[in-house]
């Protein structure tokens, strides 16, 4: 399986400024995302990583918040920006990959944020 | 539209005890994938399996087993001898191809296995 691995794992930020979380992969892998868990929730996705091109993004999340990177097939960037409290939560990047028996998302171990 | 299902919120049990995480499902795709993940304390997402719509087979791995039935859209996942470390949050989450097999989650189980 993927491993997949992110910085910061976490961090307490002051509001209005921005962060850059990293993901990278052990492996080249088609598609990555990025997920959102805001405390006590269950994950909600972001969007959609596309390598060489625009992200492609969910409902209710808009770029200019949440711009990302994908400069090649095993890393991605996500920033927060402008952050507020209500921003506070876990974030993770996941992969899919794909396996023998089917593909399979795997997830990064997360970047907690804590906005004050 | 694509929903999971995770109606028990928390679960407490006593070590050793069997436990059964529910999930029902919908979807109108007959090609999808049904996944369960382990959320411990540390925030990781864990993966612990994956079945495709097409088996229905029932799976065992050690402790824990999976009843995929599709007659009742349901996967539900099931701790025999349940442990202290198995305490966590649960989610169970599907992926299909209409929705280019972007994961919907439950909204979690949290189970407390006390000793």
């Known amino acids: 399986s993927a491993v997949i691995s992110q910085k910061p794992s976490r961090d307490i930020c002051q509001r209005g400024t921005s962060l850059t979380i990293q993901c990278q992969v052990d492996?080249?892998?088609?598609?990555m995302f990025w997920y959102r868990q805001q405390p006590g929730q269950s994950l909600t996705l972001i969007a959609t990583?596309?390598?060489?091109?625009?992200?492609?993004?969910e409902s209710g999340f808009v770029i200019d918040k949440f711009p990302i990177s994908r400069p090649n097939l095993t890393f991605s960037t996500l920033t927060v920006s402008n952050m507020s409290p209500e921003d506070s939560s876990i974030y993770l990047c996941?992969?899919?990959?794909?396996?023998?028996?089917?593909?399979?998302?795997?997830f990064g171990e997360g970047s907690w944020l804590t906005v004050v | 539209a694509q929903k999971v299902t995770q109606a028990q919120t928390e679960i407490s049990v006593v070590e050793k005890e069997d436990v059964t995480l529910d999930c029902v499902y919908e979807?109108?795709?007959?090609?999808?994938?049904l996944f369960w993940y382990k959320q411990p304390p540390s925030g990781e997402l864990v993966f612990l399996i994956r079945?495709?719509?097409?088996?229905?087979q029932n799976e065992i791995s050690g402790r824990y087993s999976w009843n995929f039935q599709k007659s009742t859209s349901s996967f539900n996942f099931t701790i025999t001898a349940s442990q202290v470390v198995d305490s966590a949050v649960y989610f169970c989450?599907?992926?299909?191809?209409?929705?280019?097999?972007?994961?919907?989650f439950g909204s979690g189980t949290r189970l407390l296995v006390r000793p």
């Open positions: 079945r495709n719509s097409f088996d229905e």
């Open positions: 492996s080249q892998v088609t598609m």
């Open positions: 979807t109108r795709d007959t090609t999808y994938y």
């Open positions: 996941s992969v899919e990959d794909q396996g023998k028996t089917g593909n399979t998302i795997y």
């Open positions: 989450a599907l992926s299909t191809m209409d929705s280019s097999y972007k994961l919907i």
């Open positions: 990583a596309n390598q060489g091109s625009e992200a492609t993004y």
